[in-house]
């Protein structure tokens, strides 16, 4: 059974007197059905039209509010042409039942009141008025017109309840103002009593909030609730303010008459607590209104102020919406993080606006957490209040994207949430914020954040991506071979002025805090003066000229036909007016200042070579450290026999006159310069038999690993083994059928080892290997790796490492002394701690790195010559590392960081010596490199190429050589550069001193 109309009704007509079954089938085929949405009824297409329909009920509902309007507007206009003092004259001549005697009696009243203190109560000026034909026609018409709409609205709402709709408020006041006018046009003498029209006020706040709803529905776009509030609690004051100056003014007629802007006066001097007392209602009836409208106002508008104090304090939390006209005129970037801390914050705020184009940018933040009391704090100020604004939303709802206006925004950075133990779901969250912003916006460039490589391929078509672990390992790798990679590269990322230390009383603080402003720039070669003059020349001799000419070092070059970077290229590469060349600097050319007549003096009075006797005589660029090739300079070290690079010229002899040194040719002469390519040099592949007496020989070839461990790493050309070494062979630390070695002593490695500490062997261990195998490292160099595993490896993982020559594992900690000398710890040059994701854990975040920490100090003090190299979490604990409680160096050192910190520096770490060593590292320092890469686009795939996760035909890497005492006569740094350049076409980009220290007999090194 159909309940009928309650989904769709049909008629159907059917042709009668079949008497066949043809004639029955004919006559089923003349159906007809007609369908309907709603119920077919007159009253619910009327409650359609006025009511469920949204456009005609905002329709209605406008022409309503205009109604209510118009009547207040009639009663102003009433009041303003009234006049008491000729009211019961005009009463005369309009009322008739009202005596002659009656209206003397009213006149002598009225006049009496006027001048009696206080005055007496006229009531017929409160029951009667003085209404012109024309207002009276005019209010009976609207009259009309708003009772038969009620009555409809009534009828149409009706639910089987009549008094529920009549005892309504808003139904008692439209009676009480449409009836009495109604009346009047069957009775005449009424004509002229007074209604309080003014209550309609109320009425037109009720039909502008029912309008502003109808209105969303139409559009389908909501304001927020705050808006919605803010306009209620107006209306409602406006109200109070209307009724109780319409309602004093007109009561006060009995009295002392007051004119309706002095209503309005005392009403706004009432509400508003001042109370001036010039204008106060004189008659008791007025009196009683102004407490009832007082009590009113202490009911009403305290619950309107807590519903909008409530929606405040919610809209602080979720942030509200950014605007869309701020949108389309002024820039914006959007952060989306899973959870926003202040480290974080600051990191990003202090690099992207480090640029002096980004300032006029808004940073748009997107998070799914309510915002942490230290960045509430931190957003109050007014250096970020009025940039920064947090919406607490999810990337995966259009609404909190659109509420973002992630569709203008002109950057997205998504950072993955390195402090959850799970690292592999923070990163598949991280990919769903990529996937859901690229859907809902396409055209905004992505900037990615992830932890894991294997999941970077879920990403690839982000603009640019960072891998953290890809990046840390290989950093971590670099640094055991050329020592301060992760120092040097940090400061390479992080935006700094160079003016760190330079009131530290040590010369090496000040040149260090001047180094830290050296930063990777970019410049086409025909609109450059540091390099233009050098088109058709060859690369080294380009980037030695501009380093003696301008102290700039140029350490690479990208062909306009070719998106490859090519670092240091070499001589043969020449230049062209259309490459774009990439060098380091203290700023970019554009904001360098070119003073001519200070290089005319020094060109006058100064030798080609002379430029480089005196640091003092060098621009500030080449004192600083430039950018390029490691040159390492190291204390009292053994020269190793074959080297030849800083060889002291045969033909000075050993005169006191200093030694010279080749010019670096314009064109290269590929006779007397050494090949490039290391790939057709076989000198790297002959065994060197006086090395490697009493060891194993290990044969080696020169390939692309076969297995790789994750989708997207990039083949890297290695040193491997002929054919893959058994899972059994790859554990250290227990003998198989192959061999019976059961420690690293029984290996009898000639070099030193390198061992790593981590809790699981991840894919990222594989970009810590690749880098110490790669081909360009020589073979009789290569360090034996021993990985120190919490968990043993898995047989995926050891596939794609037995291909590797002199690569084992062992399960154990760094905290078991037994473990560590099993792995051959007195045998290790660098010992490389990784750190470990279940700390992750620790209630206070900070504490995340007290295991590592307190484990490492231990070690410090077993095996203090020993290199430590220790990843932590949290940058700010640095100054634990190799903590000493009473050392004073210390001690100044700590005082200099917290003066670098409150000059607002953003590398107050800097000065620590474990991170100026290299012997300490945080991930977050790296999260810069992203925020760069905003304005350097190029910014990743050059850290890439140093770090050799990439590698590109034709372009260098990164390597040290060590400076003895017997290189020394090379003198200076520029004089360096020239040996480089012209005797192995290498580009030096940094120097990395040691200090001398005298051991006791038990401490030495």
């Given at each position: 059974?159909?309940?009928?109309?309650?989904?769709?009704?049909?008629?159907?007509?059917?042709?009668?007197?079949?008497?066949?079954?043809?004639?029955?089938?004919?006559?089923?085929?003349?159906?007809?059905?007609?369908?309907?949405?709603?119920?077919?009824?007159?009253?619910?297409?009327?409650?359609?039209?006025?009511?469920?329909?949204?456009?005609?009920?905002?329709?209605?509902?406008?022409?309503?509010?205009?109604?209510?309007?118009?009547?207040?507007?009639?009663?102003?206009?009433?009041?303003?042409?009234?006049?008491?003092?000729?009211?019961?004259?005009?009463?005369?001549?309009?009322?008739?039942?009202?005596?002659?005697?009656?209206?003397?009696?009213?006149?002598?009243?009225?006049?009496?009141?006027?001048?009696?203190?206080?005055?007496?109560?006229?009531?017929?000026?409160?029951?009667?008025?003085?209404?012109?034909?024309?207002?009276?026609?005019?209010?009976?018409?609207?009259?009309?017109?708003?009772?038969?709409?009620?009555?409809?609205?009534?009828?149409?709402?009706?639910?089987?309840?009549?008094?529920?709709?009549?005892?309504?408020?808003?139904?008692?006041?439209?009676?009480?103002?449409?009836?009495?006018?109604?009346?009047?046009?069957?009775?005449?003498?009424?004509?002229?009593?007074?209604?309080?029209?003014?209550?309609?006020?109320?009425?037109?706040?009720?039909?502008?909030?029912?309008?502003?709803?109808?209105?969303?529905?139409?559009?389908?776009?909501?304001?927020?609730?705050?808006?919605?509030?803010?306009?209620?609690?107006?209306?409602?004051?406006?109200?109070?303010?209307?009724?109780?100056?319409?309602?004093?003014?007109?009561?006060?007629?009995?009295?002392?008459?007051?004119?309706?802007?002095?209503?309005?006066?005392?009403?706004?001097?009432?509400?508003?607590?001042?109370?001036?007392?010039?204008?106060?209602?004189?008659?008791?009836?007025?009196?009683?209104?102004?407490?009832?409208?007082?009590?009113?106002?202490?009911?009403?508008?305290?619950?309107?102020?807590?519903?909008?104090?409530?929606?405040?304090?919610?809209?602080?939390?979720?942030?509200?919406?950014?605007?869309?006209?701020?949108?389309?005129?002024?820039?914006?970037?959007?952060?989306?993080?899973?959870?926003?801390?202040?480290?974080?914050?600051?990191?990003?705020?202090?690099?992207?606006?480090?640029?002096?184009?980004?300032?006029?940018?808004?940073?748009?933040?997107?998070?799914?957490?309510?915002?942490?009391?230290?960045?509430?704090?931190?957003?109050?100020?007014?250096?970020?209040?009025?940039?920064?604004?947090?919406?607490?939303?999810?990337?995966?709802?259009?609404?909190?994207?659109?509420?973002?206006?992630?569709?203008?925004?002109?950057?997205?950075?998504?950072?993955?949430?390195?402090?959850?133990?799970?690292?592999?779901?923070?990163?598949?969250?991280?990919?769903?914020?990529?996937?859901?912003?690229?859907?809902?916006?396409?055209?905004?460039?992505?900037?990615?954040?992830?932890?894991?490589?294997?999941?970077?391929?879920?990403?690839?078509?982000?603009?640019?991506?960072?891998?953290?672990?890809?990046?840390?390992?290989?950093?971590?790798?670099?640094?055991?071979?050329?020592?301060?990679?992760?120092?040097?590269?940090?400061?390479?990322?992080?935006?700094?002025?160079?003016?760190?230390?330079?009131?530290?009383?040590?010369?090496?603080?000040?040149?260090?805090?001047?180094?830290?402003?050296?930063?990777?720039?970019?410049?086409?070669?025909?609109?450059?003066?540091?390099?233009?003059?050098?088109?058709?020349?060859?690369?080294?001799?380009?980037?030695?000229?501009?380093?003696?000419?301008?102290?700039?070092?140029?350490?690479?070059?990208?062909?306009e036909e070719n998106k490859s970077i090519l670092l240091n290229p070499g001589p043969r590469h020449i230049m062209s007016a259309t490459d774009t060349c990439f060098y380091i600097n203290i700023t970019k050319e554009e904001n360098s200042a070119f003073i001519f007549k200070q290089e005319e003096k020094h060109s006058k009075g100064l030798s080609t070579t002379g430029v480089y006797d005196a640091p003092s005589r060098l621009p500030v660029q080449s004192i600083i450290a430039s950018m390029g090739t490691v040159a390492i300079d190291l204390q009292n070290p053994d020269p190793p026999a074959d080297s030849s690079k800083l060889a002291l010229p045969t033909e000075n002899g050993a005169g006191s006159r200093r030694p010279s040194i080749a010019p670096v040719l314009e064109i290269a002469d590929s006779s007397a310069i050494l090949p490039c390519d290391l790939l057709s040099d076989p000198s790297e592949d002959e065994t060197n038999q006086s090395d490697e007496e009493g060891a194993p020989a290990?044969?080696?070839?020169?390939?692309?690993?076969?297995?790789?461990?994750?989708?997207?790493?990039?083949?890297?050309?290695?040193?491997?083994?002929?054919?893959?070494?058994?899972?059994?062979?790859?554990?250290?630390?227990?003998?198989?059928?192959?061999?019976?070695?059961?420690?690293?002593?029984?290996?009898?490695?000639?070099?030193?080892?390198?061992?790593?500490?981590?809790?699981?062997?991840?894919?990222?261990?594989?970009?810590?290997?690749?880098?110490?195998?790669?081909?360009?490292?020589?073979?009789?160099?290569?360090?034996?790796?021993?990985?120190?595993?919490?968990?043993?490896?898995?047989?995926?993982?050891?596939?794609?490492?037995?291909?590797?020559?002199?690569?084992?594992?062992?399960?154990?900690?760094?905290?078991?002394?037994?473990?560590?000398?099993?792995?051959?710890?007195?045998?290790?040059?660098?010992?490389?701690?990784?750190?470990?994701?279940?700390?992750?854990?620790?209630?206070?975040?900070?504490?995340?790195?007290?295991?590592?920490?307190?484990?490492?100090?231990?070690?410090?003090?077993?095996?203090?010559?020993?290199?430590?190299?220790?990843?932590?979490?949290?940058?700010?604990?640095?100054?634990?590392?190799?903590?000493?409680?009473?050392?004073?160096?210390?001690?100044?050192?700590?005082?200099?960081?917290?003066?670098?910190?409150?000059?607002?520096?953003?590398?107050?770490?800097?000065?620590?010596?474990?991170?100026?060593?290299?012997?300490?590292?945080?991930?977050?320092?790296?999260?810069?490199?992203?925020?760069?890469?905003f304005v350097k686009d190029y910014m990743i795939l050059i850290a890439r190429l140093l770090l050799g996760l990439d590698t590109t035909p034709g372009s260098g890497y990164l390597c040290a050589m060590k400076v003895s005492e017997e290189d020394l006569w090379i003198r200076t740094y520029g004089r360096l550069f020239q040996k480089l350049c012209s005797s192995s076409a290498e580009i030096p980009i940094g120097i990395y001193r040691t200090e001398s220290h005298m051991f006791s007999s038990s401490e030495v090194r």
């Amino acid at each position: 059974m159909f309940k009928r109309g309650h989904m769709c009704s049909f008629k159907a007509h059917f042709l009668h007197n079949t008497s066949s079954v043809s004639e029955s089938y004919v006559s089923l085929r003349a159906v007809q059905v007609e369908f309907y949405v709603n119920e077919n009824t007159f009253k619910e297409r009327l409650k359609l039209f006025f009511i469920k329909n949204q456009r005609s009920s905002l329709r209605i509902r406008l022409f309503n509010l205009s109604l209510k309007l118009l009547t207040c507007l009639l009663y102003i206009i009433r009041v303003s042409l009234d006049d008491p003092t000729n009211q019961v004259t005009c009463a005369r001549k309009h009322c008739t039942n009202i005596t002659d005697a009656l209206c003397s009696k009213a006149c002598a009243n009225y006049t009496t009141n006027l001048t009696t203190d206080p005055p007496q109560i006229n009531w017929e000026l409160i029951f009667w008025v003085n209404r012109r034909v024309p207002v009276w026609a005019i209010q009976v018409t609207v009259a009309l017109i708003s009772f038969l709409q009620a009555m409809l609205l009534v009828y149409l709402s009706y639910k089987g309840n009549i008094w529920e709709q009549i005892f309504q408020i808003s139904f008692i006041i439209e009676m009480i103002n449409t009836v009495p006018f109604i009346i009047t046009i069957f009775w005449h003498p009424l004509r002229n009593i007074f209604v309080p029209v003014f209550l309609n006020c109320w009425l037109a706040k009720s039909a502008l909030e029912n309008m502003i709803n109808d209105l969303h529905r139409a559009i389908q776009r909501t304001h927020s609730a705050m808006f919605n509030q803010v306009l209620i609690l107006i209306c409602t004051l406006l109200c109070l303010v209307f009724t109780g100056a319409c309602g004093i003014q007109h009561l006060e007629r009995a009295g002392k008459s007051l004119t309706l802007f002095d209503s309005l006066y005392f009403c706004i001097v009432t509400f508003s607590t001042v109370g001036y007392g010039d204008v106060t209602p004189k008659i008791w009836p007025s009196q009683l209104l102004v407490v009832i409208m007082i009590c009113v106002a202490l009911v009403v508008l305290p619950l309107q102020f807590e519903e909008l104090a409530y929606l405040w304090m919610e809209r602080q939390k979720s942030g509200g919406n950014y605007s869309r006209h701020r949108a389309q005129t002024e820039k914006h970037v959007v952060l989306c993080v899973t959870s926003l801390k202040i480290d974080l914050l600051m990191d990003f705020l202090n690099e992207f606006y480090a640029h002096p184009r980004l300032q006029d940018y808004y940073v748009v933040i997107l998070c799914p957490t309510e915002m942490d009391i230290q960045v509430r704090r931190i957003l109050q100020i007014p250096l970020w209040s009025q940039r920064v604004i947090y919406l607490q939303g999810s990337a995966l709802k259009d609404q909190d994207l659109m509420r973002a206006k992630m569709d203008d925004a002109e950057a997205c950075f998504i950072l993955s949430s390195r402090n959850e133990v799970d690292r592999t779901a923070a990163d598949h969250q991280t990919i769903l914020r990529a996937w859901a912003v690229k859907d809902f916006a396409p055209n905004c460039p992505l900037y990615v954040q992830i932890l894991k490589p294997e999941n970077k391929f879920h990403v690839k078509f982000a603009d640019h991506v960072v891998c953290e672990e890809e990046f840390k390992y290989a950093m971590l790798a670099l640094n055991c071979v050329c020592p301060a990679t992760s120092t040097l590269v940090t400061l390479l990322v992080h935006t700094s002025r160079g003016q760190e230390g330079q009131t530290s009383p040590e010369q090496w603080q000040r040149t260090y805090g001047r180094c830290s402003g050296n930063e990777v720039y970019h410049i086409r070669l025909m609109d450059s003066k540091f390099f233009g003059e050098y088109d058709g020349k060859s690369f080294t001799y380009a980037s030695f000229h501009a380093h003696k000419k301008y102290g700039v070092c140029l350490i690479g070059t990208k062909r306009e036909e070719n998106k490859s970077i090519l670092l240091n290229p070499g001589p043969r590469h020449i230049m062209s007016a259309t490459d774009t060349c990439f060098y380091i600097n203290i700023t970019k050319e554009e904001n360098s200042a070119f003073i001519f007549k200070q290089e005319e003096k020094h060109s006058k009075g100064l030798s080609t070579t002379g430029v480089y006797d005196a640091p003092s005589r060098l621009p500030v660029q080449s004192i600083i450290a430039s950018m390029g090739t490691v040159a390492i300079d190291l204390q009292n070290p053994d020269p190793p026999a074959d080297s030849s690079k800083l060889a002291l010229p045969t033909e000075n002899g050993a005169g006191s006159r200093r030694p010279s040194i080749a010019p670096v040719l314009e064109i290269a002469d590929s006779s007397a310069i050494l090949p490039c390519d290391l790939l057709s040099d076989p000198s790297e592949d002959e065994t060197n038999q006086s090395d490697e007496e009493g060891a194993p020989a290990i044969e080696c070839i020169k390939g692309y690993p076969p297995n790789s461990p994750y989708i997207g790493s990039s083949p890297t050309l290695c040193h491997l083994l002929q054919q893959k070494a058994p899972f059994c062979c790859l554990r250290l630390d227990k003998g198989c059928r192959h061999n019976s070695f059961e420690d690293a002593k029984a290996y009898g490695f000639k070099n030193k080892l390198i061992i790593v500490s981590a809790e699981t062997a991840g894919n990222g261990l594989y970009n810590f290997i690749v880098p110490l195998r790669a081909y360009y490292r020589p073979r009789k160099e290569l360090n034996p790796i021993v990985l120190l595993l919490d968990n043993p490896p898995d047989n995926h993982f050891l596939e794609a490492i037995c291909c590797f020559p002199m690569v084992y594992y062992m399960a154990g900690t760094i905290d078991n002394l037994d473990n560590l000398l099993q792995c051959g710890i007195i045998y290790a040059d660098n010992l490389v701690v990784v750190d470990k994701e279940s700390t992750m854990s620790a209630e206070e975040d900070y504490m995340a790195d007290a295991k590592t920490i307190v484990n490492v100090q231990t070690m410090f003090r077993l095996f203090p010559s020993l290199s430590i190299i220790t990843e932590l979490t949290h940058p700010s604990n640095m100054r634990f590392m190799q903590f000493r409680a009473k050392d004073c160096y210390s001690l100044a050192l700590s005082k200099l960081e917290k003066i670098e910190r409150d000059k607002g520096s953003n590398l107050a770490f800097m000065f620590r010596l474990p991170f100026a060593a290299g012997r300490v590292f945080s991930i977050s320092m790296l999260d810069t490199l992203l925020y760069q890469s905003f304005v350097k686009d190029y910014m990743i795939l050059i850290a890439r190429l140093l770090l050799g996760l990439d590698t590109t035909p034709g372009s260098g890497y990164l390597c040290a050589m060590k400076v003895s005492e017997e290189d020394l006569w090379i003198r200076t740094y520029g004089r360096l550069f020239q040996k480089l350049c012209s005797s192995s076409a290498e580009i030096p980009i940094g120097i990395y001193r040691t200090e001398s220290h005298m051991f006791s007999s038990s401490e030495v090194r």
